[in-house]
């Protein structure tokens, strides 16, 4: 059984929550637009951190990391890059991969949009967090933890951060 804490679009932005709720996770995903290696070695001093680059990031973080990123985690097969759409209006850039070989977890980012839906063509799961940065649109902040154990991914949390006094 693992725990997973889940953030994309921090674009450079740190937030001590981050600490405070991945504390108890055994593995940190990040869904790209990291946007600098400090958020990097913040996150790598939590948990082990898997991440994908996004389009606003750089030539170190694309060296360190990958646009998509395929792995197993338990006994699921997860798939992970920053621009993916989501079921129904999944990018033209991934949409071969994921109807050839379907995981059972599709993670994106990108939207800055919170969406945790099911694809019942593919019997896949897609996640994205939303963002946890603070550039964007967007107005709450979001992180996601959720818990892989054997092939159940079960006890998803949404973790809403939100200005001090809101």
């Known amino acids: 059984m693992k725990k997973i804490g889940l ?12 600490g405070k709720y991945f504390a108890e996770c055994d593995e940190i995903w990040h869904a790209g637009d990291i946007g600098s290696m400090d958020v990097v070695e913040r ?8 991440a994908v680059y996004g389009n606003i990031d750089g030539g170190d973080i694309r060296r360190i990391f990958t646009e998509k990123y395929r792995f197993r985690c338990e006994e699921v ?3 992970m890059t920053h621009i993916g759409g989501y079921p129904g209006r999944y990018d033209a850039r991934i949409r071969p991969t994921l109807f050839a070989h379907p995981p ?11 969406k945790v839906m099911y694809d019942k063509q593919l019997g896949c799961l897609h996640i994205n967090p939303g963002a946890a940065g603070i550039q964007g649109f967007q107005t709450v902040r979001t992180l996601v933890r959720f818990v892989i154990d054997g092939k ?3 006890d998803l949390e949404v973790i809403e951060l939100r200005p001090a006094g809101a």
């Open 7 to 18: 953030l994309s679009d921090t674009h450079g932005w740190w937030d001590e929550r981050y």
């Open 43 to 50: 996150l790598q001093a939590i948990a082990p951190l898997r």
């Open 77 to 79: 097969e997860v798939l």
């Open 104 to 114: 059972q977890l599709f993670i994106s980012g990108h939207s800055h949009i919170l």
């Open 152 to 154: 159940e991914i079960k």
